[in-house]
Nanobody, 116 residues
Framework: QVQLVESGGGLVQPGGSLTLSCAASGFTFSRFEMRWYRQRPGKERELVAGMLLPGGRRTYPDSVKGRFTISRDNVKNMLYLQMNSLKPEDTAVYYC?????????WGQGTQVTVSS
């Protein structure tokens, strides 16, 4: 059974940091391209970080570039998102996604709230 389970969300003050984790199971993690998305209130889901295969090149939209870092551990089957200098507009539900060809899996999401 495929599972992607996000954790690490919570309430953080503006300027603070959080690290999100995504635990993967039920598929060959190392073969899948991994991404982080978020859905802000009243907005569509958007890509915030991706690790392309092969090679692991990282991609980010301008809105998070320089503040967010995606990484993965293929031994532990884990995906991470380090988020620094958080802003209120980063408030969203964050999802991890695994992609391999036509296959795609989503996690259930973890809430991140940036507020003083």
């Amino acid at each position: 059974q495929v599972q992607l389970v996000e954790s690490g969300g919570g309430l953080v003050q503006p300027g603070g940091s959080l690290t999100l984790s995504c635990a993967a199971s039920g598929f060959t993690f190392s073969r899948f391209e991994m991404r982080w998305y978020r859905q802000r209130p009243g907005k569509e889901r958007e890509l915030v970080a991706g690790m392309l295969l092969p090679g692991g090149r990282r991609t980010y939209p301008d809105s998070v570039k320089g503040r967010f870092t995606i990484s993965r551990d293929n031994v532990k089957n884990m995906l991470y998102l380090q988020m620094n200098s958080l802003k209120p507009e980063d408030t969203a539900v964050y999802y991890c996604r695994a992609i391999y060809g036509s296959l795609g899996y989503w996690g259930q999401g973890t809430q991140v709230t940036v507020s003083s």
